[in-house]
Structure formats: structure tokens, C-alpha cells
């Protein structure tokens, strides 16, 4: 047998023993659901946080310190959001890999909040482009690996049954670090400068480090035969379950036997994979399930998802300022209508998708996203009118940003724990759920890199209004795809086959 490298070493250490004799203190508490929860969304609070508290602050940044033109602005604000979200397009793959052959989520965990350090380190030290760019590589893979490595541990710990409820709520966490960060970076760059930008980072990195390292994974705390009452993992494949998610799932408590075993043979032929699996395949296990279209739809909603954040993140401080007059703080402000609003809704909507699955609220959203956008037309410079008016949109605009947030995940994950029951024996007994998820968070973060050029390059040329035509647009043909394909045909539709 070849010696393992230190690198397989290392991630293979942390917290796994070959036999489990003495249980760390707090084991219970530390491997309780709730607390990993909190974990992970901390988490991804704190690197949305640290990406979204530079937005407002990048303006001036590139003006004071690195010397940047004023024409020059705009395109270098949006270079350096776009340059974080592509390196995370390419971390999340590769991290969804790692993440599915190590024994342990913890070490890759704790390995991206290290990378996150360093880059926030660079950001307030540096003083030119260069050094800037650095920085938001390093965030940006960062951003990666705790994107996967959370969502994966998330399904891990919640099991299918509560996906929905429980990525509404996360999501809830994600979008308020996005969004929420900017109005307390401005706030902190207007009274305190770079100091009290600094501090604050720090402060969340030391909370969100603790945590990292006093959680305990389910199947860590399992084999000290230690589970909370809460817990839904299981050593063994995850059963097979019927979902809210799919409208054509079987399970009608109405449909006799053979009808019912019929349409559970139909389901296994869909989602059987054939024995003989490509090269590409063996390497990354997940590529296989991308033939449904119902997965790939779903990964588009992450890829829109991105795109409508990102155009928000490179415009909202640009456009106060030229059509309000506002400095970092006030700019800032401008994101708290969001942040409040998809606080609220994330979570409502995440209950509603557990109940009535995820089709009717993925079209409800984007329908309601497509007016919304066109009502940015209305905006022009003014005073407290125009001001309230910009402000009540970036509202509406959380609100439905919030109402799809947490479909693509749980679109994605029902349909990848259907091919996982009919092919255990490929996919293993965890599956290729970190997988899914890198692939899951590197179309969602090619949005934010997408959306910071598309918004800054279409303001340029079209103007801010027509910008967000085009957005509408977007939205509008997602809501139907949506109908089509998430959650399953239509029911008009599977009645137009039979």
C-alpha cells in the first residue's frame, strides 16, 4: 500500500481515531444540531461579511490609497468584486472534491478561514491595485471552500427533511453578511477609517474560528455513540424518501399497489446510472446526474442568484453617489432595506418550500422580481423623495432575492439524493453531496463576478435603468424555467404523456 502524503495526512487527522475510547469534553453540546448550525452560519456570515463590508468602501479606497482616476472608478470597482468571485469558481469545485475523499470536514474548514486571514491582512494593508487583487483572490477561495464544505456538512446534519426551513434560515445569514456588511463598513469608514473597518474583521474572524474549532461533525460524535435528540444523521445510505419537492414523486396515499410500484420502476430507471462510467465521471462522481434537467435548472437559479447580487453590489454605491451626492456611510444605508427585509423572508420562504415544494415559490419569485427591476427606470437624482423611492426598491428587491435563495439548494439536493439512493454503490455511503455543492457555489459565485461587470458595463452604456431591464429579462425567462423543470413537470404536462 502506497504511504499516504502529509497533505492526506493532515486532512485526514483532525478529530477521527481509529477507535473512539475517550470523548472530548462538550461532546454532546459540541456535536448538537443547533450549534453546528450556528457554526455554519456564522460561517458563511463572516465571509459574505468581509467580501460586503469593502463595497461601499472600494470607491475610496482605489481613490485615496492606490490613486486610481475618478473616470476609472466604476470599472475598477467592479474588477475587484468580479476578481473575488471568479477565484471562488474555481476553488469550490476542487474543494467539493477534496471534501468528499477526506474523513473529515473540519481541517479543510479550518484551512479556508486561515486563507481568509491573509487575504483580510493584505486588504488594510495594502496600498496599490496589485496587492488589492491579491487579496481578493485569497477571499475568493476562501469563499469556496466554506461555501461547500458548509452547505455539504449542512445536509449532513439537518438530513432532507428540513432543507428547506434550515438553507432558508443560512441563506438568511449569507445574504445578511452581503448585504447588511456594507452599511456598517461605510458607517465605520465615515467615523473611524480603515482602523475601525480592521477591527471589526478581526473580531468576526476570532468568534467564527472558535467556533470552527470546538465543532464536532455527526459522524465524528456517532462513533462515540453520542447523538442529540435532535439529530437526523445515520451511519448508513440516507432511506429514500418521497420529497415536497417533486410533484411527480410516488407516494399518493390514493394510488393502488401496482399503480404505485409501477411509478417507483419509472423513478429507478430515471435515476439508475449505467455501469459503465466515464474517466471524468470517476474523478468527479457528481457529473453523471447533470442529464436532469430539473439539477441543471437548479444550478442556473445559483448562477441568477449571483449575477442579481452582484449587479446590487456594484451599483447601489455608485449610483448615490452620483445621483444623491452620498458618501461611504450613507451609501452604506442603502443595503439595509435589503438585509432587513431578506432576514425576515428567507426563512418563511424556506418553510413554505418544505410544505409546498419548490416550484411554486421559484416562479412566485422570479415573476415578482421582473416588474420590481423595471421599477428602478423610476429613479433620478433628486432629494428625500427620490432618496425614499431607491430605498423602498432595494427592499422589494431583498424580498425576492430572499424568496429564491435557498431553491437552488434544495432543488439540487433532492434530485442528487435520488441518484445517490439508486447508486449507492458508485457514489459511496456520503455521496457526492460537497460535490454538488462546490459546483453549486462556483455558479453562484461566477454570478457575482458576472453581475459586477455585466451592471457596471451595461450602466456605462445603456444607463442605469436599462441596466436593470435587461436584469428583468433575465428574471422573467427564469420564472420559466422554473415552471418547467424545478420540482418536476408540470402537472398539465404529465398529464399531456400519459
Given at each position: 500500500?502506497?504511504?499516504p502524503?502529509?497533505?492526506h495526512?493532515f486532512?485526514?487527522t483532525?478529530?477521527i ?8 469534553s ?18 458563511l456570515f463572516?465571509?459574505?461579511?468581509l467580501?460586503?463590508?469593502l463595497?461601499?468602501v ?9 490613486g486610481v482616476?475618478d ?9 475587484l ?8 469558481v ?15 470536514r473540519?481541517a479543510p474548514f ?11 491582512v493584505?486588504?488594510?494593508l495594502?496600498?496599490?491595485?496589485p ?5 481578493r ?10 461555501w ?8 449532513e446534519?439537518v ?7 434550515t438553507?432558508?434560515?443560512l441563506?438568511?445569514f449569507?445574504s445578511?453578511g452581503?448585504?447588511?456588511?456594507p ?11 480603515y ?9 468576526i ?8 474549532v ?8 456517532h462513533r462515540?455513540?453520542?447523538?442529540d435528540?435532535?439529530?437526523?444523521y ?15 414523486d ?6 393502488s399497489?401496482?399503480l404505485l410500484?409501477?411509478r ?16 471524468l465521471?470517476?474523478?468527479a462522481?457528481?457529473i453523471p ?16 442568484q449571483g ?6 453590489d456594484?451599483?447601489v454605491?455608485?449610483?448615490s453617489r ?6 461611504s456611510m450613507?451609501?452604506?444605508l442603502l ?10 423572508v ?6 413554505i418550500?418544505d410544505r409546498?415544494?419548490?416550484?411554486l415559490?421559484?416562479v ?12 428602478f427606470?423610476?429613479v ?5 423623495d427620490?432618496?425614499?423611492l431607491?430605498?423602498g426598491l ?10 429564491f ?18 447508486n ?5 455511503e456520503?455521496?457526492?453531496y ?6 453549486n457555489?462556483?455558479l ?19 444607463g442605469?435603468?436599462n441596466m ?5 429579462a433575465?428574471c ?14 408540470p ?8
Amino acid at each position: 500500500m502506497p504511504t499516504p502524503s502529509p497533505w492526506h495526512r493532515f486532512l485526514n487527522t483532525t478529530q477521527i481515531r481509529p477507535l473512539y475510547t475517550h470523548p472530548p469534553s462538550g461532546l454532546k453540546w459540541r456535536s448538537n444540531t443547533a450549534f453546528i448550525l450556528i457554526t455554519i452560519g456564522i460561517a458563511l456570515f463572516t465571509d459574505l461579511f468581509l467580501y460586503g463590508l469593502l463595497v461601499p468602501v472600494l470607491p475610496f479606497m482605489l481613490e485615496d490609497r492606490a490613486g486610481v482616476p475618478d473616470d476609472q472608478i466604476q470599472s475598477y470597482t467592479s474588477g475587484l468584486l468580479a476578481i473575488y468571485a471568479a477565484s471562488s469558481v474555481i476553488a469550490c469545485p476542487v474543494a467539493g472534491i477534496v471534501a468528499d475523499r477526506v474523513s473529515t470536514r473540519q481541517a479543510p474548514f479550518l484551512l479556508g478561514l486561515a486563507v481568509l486571514l491573509g487575504a483580510t491582512v493584505l486588504l488594510f494593508l495594502g496600498t496599490s491595485v496589485p496587492v488589492l487583487v491579491v487579496a481578493r483572490v485569497l477571499q475568493g477561495i476562501s469563499s469556496g471552500v466554506v461555501w461547500t464544505i458548509g452547505l455539504a456538512l449542512c445536509v449532513e446534519t439537518v438530513g432532507p427533511k428540513n432543507l428547506g426551513k434550515t438553507i432558508g434560515t443560512l441563506f438568511s445569514f449569507l445574504s445578511a453578511g452581503a448585504l447588511w456588511a456594507p452599511m456598517i463598513g461605510g458607517i465605520l469608514y465615515k467615523k473611524a477609517g480603515y482602523i475601525g473597518v480592521l477591527g471589526i474583521s478581526f473580531a468576526i474572524l476570532i468568534i467564527d474560528f472558535v467556533l470552527r474549532v470546538l465543532v464536532i461533525e455527526k459522524k465524528v460524535a456517532h462513533r462515540y455513540a453520542v447523538q442529540d435528540a435532535n439529530s437526523n444523521y445515520t451511519p448508513s445510505t440516507t432511506p429514500h424518501a418521497s420529497s415536497p419537492n417533486h410533484e411527480n414523486d410516488p407516494g399518493d396515499d390514493n394510488e393502488s399497489q401496482p399503480l404505485l410500484a409501477k411509478r417507483n420502476e419509472e423513478e429507478a430507471e430515471l435515476y439508475r446510472l449505467p455501469p459503465q462510467k466515464s474517466r471524468l465521471a470517476r474523478i468527479a462522481p457528481i457529473i453523471p446526474c447533470f442529464a436532469n434537467p430539473s439539477l441543471l435548472t437548479s444550478q442556473w437559479l445559483a448562477l441568477v442568484q449571483g449575477i442579481i447580487l452582484g449587479s446590487a453590489d456594484a451599483t447601489v454605491t455608485t449610483v448615490s453617489r452620483e445621483l444623491f451626492g452620498f458618501d461611504s456611510m450613507k451609501a452604506g444605508l442603502l443595503f439595509l432595506p435589503i438585509g432587513l427585509v431578506d432576514l425576515f423572508v428567507g426563512p418563511i420562504a424556506g418553510w413554505i418550500i418544505d410544505r409546498r415544494g419548490t416550484k411554486l415559490v421559484s416562479v412566485v419569485a422570479f415573476v415578482y422580481l421582473t416588474p420590481v427591476l423595471v421599477l428602478f427606470r423610476l429613479v433620478h437624482a433628486g432629494g428625500l423623495d427620490q432618496q425614499l423611492l431607491y430605498g423602498g426598491l432595494l427592499g422589494l428587491l431583498g424580498a425576492g432575492l430572499s424568496g429564491f435563495g435557498a431553491i437552488s439548494v434544495v432543488e439540487a439536493g433532492a434530485v442528487v439524493e435520488k441518484y445517490h439512493h439508486y447508486n449507492v454503490d458508485f457514489f459511496g455511503e456520503s455521496g457526492p453531496y460537497a460535490q454538488l455543492y462546490g459546483l453549486n457555489g462556483m455558479l453562484f459565485n461566477l454570478g457575482l463576478a458576472v453581475g459586477p461587470e455585466l451592471a457596471g458595463e451595461l450602466k456605462e452604456a445603456i444607463g442605469y435603468g436599462n441596466m436593470n431591464i435587461v436584469l428583468a429579462a433575465i428574471c422573467g425567462g427564469t420564472a420559466v424555467l422554473c415552471y418547467l423543470y424545478i420540482g418536476g413537470k408540470p402537472k398539465i404536462l404529465q398529464r399531456g404523456t400519459k
